[in-house]
């Protein structure tokens, strides 16, 4: 079993990475953050799973083993294969899927392409008991928060996902300036900056 992976990217599309780890190149299908942000040349680490074909062998990969976990979660459910299962992880977050099972709500999967009402339906159930919501700060919004929140909402409306979009921003927030954190648009500049262009 391979449970992860550390080297340099060789190459990288909307779904997918090529990790060159000792000399032997890796072909990894990973969520929509992971590809966004992985630049050729760089040093990446990915929790992996290991997917068991009769005719293939398939690579999974993930920024963190949270995702890494509830992606072993989502393909134990009736109907939902590893590419559903990266699909959902390419548009929510570990918490909004522990949120959405908690509140029995399967509008978030229904809205994922490949997941269809009934299939929706049974992650919320089969999932339920399994995945628990983190409780959030009890802390008063700050202007940064929000300015990082409207840099999200940008983003969305630019046609990257919510997912992609609330990493991203909060990765460029954690990096910025104080100057850059107090307004949109400068916080938003070097967001777009991290992202470079939008795959399709």
Do not use: C
Not at 119 to 141: E, R, S
């Amino acid at each position: 079993m391979i449970s992860s992976l550390h080297g340099v990217v060789l190459h990288a599309t909307a779904d997918q990475v090529v990790l060159e780890v000792g000399g032997v190149g890796f072909s990894v299908a990973v969520p929509s953050d992971v590809a966004h942000t992985a630049t050729i040349g760089s040093q990446l680490r990915l929790h992996t799973n290991l997917v068991v074909r009769e005719d293939a062998l398939s690579l999974y990969g993930f920024a963190d083993r949270d995702e890494l976990e509830i992606f072993g979660l989502l393909i134990s459910v009736t109907g939902v294969g590893p590419k559903s299962a990266l699909g959902v992880l390419s548009h929510l977050t570990v918490d909004q899927i522990a949120e959405a099972v908690t509140a029995e709500d399967d509008a978030p999967f229904r809205r994922v392409s490949g997941i269809g009402p009934k299939t929706a339906k049974l992650i919320v159930v089969q999932l339920a008991g399994k995945v628990h919501a983190t409780a959030p700060a009890a802390t008063t919004p700050t202007a940064a928060a929000t300015v990082v929140d409207q840099v999200a909402a940008a983003l969305v409306g630019l046609g990257w996902s919510e997912k992609v979009a609330a990493d991203a921003a909060a990765q460029t927030a954690a990096e910025a300036t104080e100057a850059e954190r107090a307004a949109v648009a400068p916080l938003l500049r070097r967001t777009l900056a991290l992202l470079g262009p939008a795959r399709v």
